[in-house]
């Protein structure tokens, strides 16, 4: 299996006096999908922003690539999507593809070829020349998630990258993802997509700041004796 790409080990984080993340152990091995899913306020994004050393841990350790985070160095083998999208508006989509990509160190004589890939990936070709600031919120996820693959990166960081974005296209992208993994390449994804969460070679339930289970799809069906993973977040969450 090899060093594992993400290593969560006891971690905390607390905002003021506030706990958010209370003691998350979490793994994510090389070729490997992990899912993340839990409630809305849970602490999906935090666990994302303290891993990639965009907030400090207040205890435990943080570690990708068997580097303690923060660490810059990292960043450019890393493909993050955040739950905002972070584009330039007065661009067009394919102007800020080409940016990004010149940001991450794709170049210059390959970057038109990596943004045409990733452009049909998430279904955004005929759009590339228009504004962003035309885009509906649906196409600025698929252009931020084209983005995040730009580059090819060892780590995909996706918060929510599926929002707003239709069945048929939402199966092109895990299409995607999964060659991803078989490249050897790891993701680690949110969603609140439990036929999503099924896709994954493992899934981390979050709730009250901790990874209450953690396993295969399969066995934590098994575990809370049900048949879906929705089921085993409501079963987890209380709920009958």
């Known amino acids: 299996m090899g060093q594992a790409m993400i290593d969560l080990q006891h971690l905390a984080k ?23 899913i839990g409630p809305s306020g849970a602490g999906k994004s935090t666990v994302i922003k303290v891993t990639l050393g965009m907030e400090v841990a ?14 810059r160095e990292l960043l450019g083998r890393i493909g993050y999507m955040a739950q905002t999208d972070a584009l330039y508006d007065a661009l067009s ?16 004589g390959d970057i038109n070829q990596e ?13 590339l020349n228009r504004r962003v600031s035309g885009y509906s919120g649906g196409m600025m996820r698929r252009l931020s998630l084209a983005i995040a693959l730009m580059g090819k990166p060892d780590l995909l960081i996706l918060d929510e990258p599926t ?7 939402r199966r092109q992208i895990w299409a995607e993802l999964d060659r991803i993994r078989d490249e050897g ?20 339930l979050l709730l009250d ?3 209450m289970a953690f396993d295969t799809p399969v066995a934590l069906k098994q575990s809370y004796q049900v048949t879906t993973i929705e089921d085993v977040f409501l079963k987890a969450e209380g709920v009958d």
């Open 14 to 36: 607390k905002f003021g006096d506030q706990p958010v993340l209370k003691d998350i152990n979490l793994t994510v091995n090389p070729g490997e999908i992990v899912g993340l």
């Open 58 to 71: 207040s205890g435990g350790s943080a570690k990708v690539f068997n580097a303690t985070m923060p660490n």
């Open 93 to 108: 989509g394919r102007e800020n593809l080409k940016f990004y990509g010149l940001m991450k160190g794709i170049a210059r």
């Open 115 to 127: 943004v045409d890939y990733v452009a049909k990936v998430v279904d955004l070709t005929e759009d």
């Open 163 to 169: 929002v707003g974005i239709d069945p048929a296209l």
């Open 185 to 204: 390449r790891s993701i680690l994804i949110t969603t609140h997509v439990m036929d999503e969460a099924e896709l994954c070679g493992r899934v981390a």
């Open 209 to 211: 700041g901790k990874v």
